[in-house]
């Protein structure tokens, strides 16, 4: 089973903007699904994590669910977004890629989380899923204070 699936036209999403990935930025969302598969096996937190989320899947099930579409949008004004709660695609934004691969890989992550049940809004549950994958650090979760050297963001929510 391939696992979840990047989009380089070989998909058509049902939500509007979700297109291939330009080959321009094929190699950033490759290497940060790599990377991502790498935390699991590396960062015992990750998947304990994702566990706890409403729907209940490790990240190594996300990962390895070839059901599960990542998509480029070139538009949208924030980092990425899922279609729904539980959702099954999953698009990246051209914003994510302007700063640099660990946004992308941060946003595949947070997005990953609301494929997994983790709620959008106020609440933080996906945002959480960065620094339990080793990409923030716990005291910007416990002061709230922003660590620009890590893609985490403790005022993201949604």
Known sequence: ??????????????????????????????????????????????????????????????????????????????????NRVSGKEIAISERSFRIGRWTVLATLIHELAHADGAPGGADKRAERALIECGLGKRSELTTGVDDPATPFNPNISG
């Not at 990935?21 to 699991?40: C, D, G, S, V």
């Not at 070839?66 to 990425?80: K, L, Q």
């Open 1 to 82: 089973m391939p696992g979840m699936q990047i989009n380089i036209g070989d998909h058509v999403s049902s939500e509007a903007g979700y297109v291939a990935f330009p080959n321009r930025h094929l190699e950033t969302i490759r290497w940060a699904r790599t990377k991502a598969k790498w935390i699991t096996t590396n960062i015992n937190s990750a998947n304990s994590y994702f566990r706890t989320l409403p729907d209940g899947r490790s990240l190594s099930d996300l990962l390895a669910d070839s059901s599960i579409w990542v998509n480029y949008h070139a538009t949208m004004p924030h980092f990425g977004e899922t």
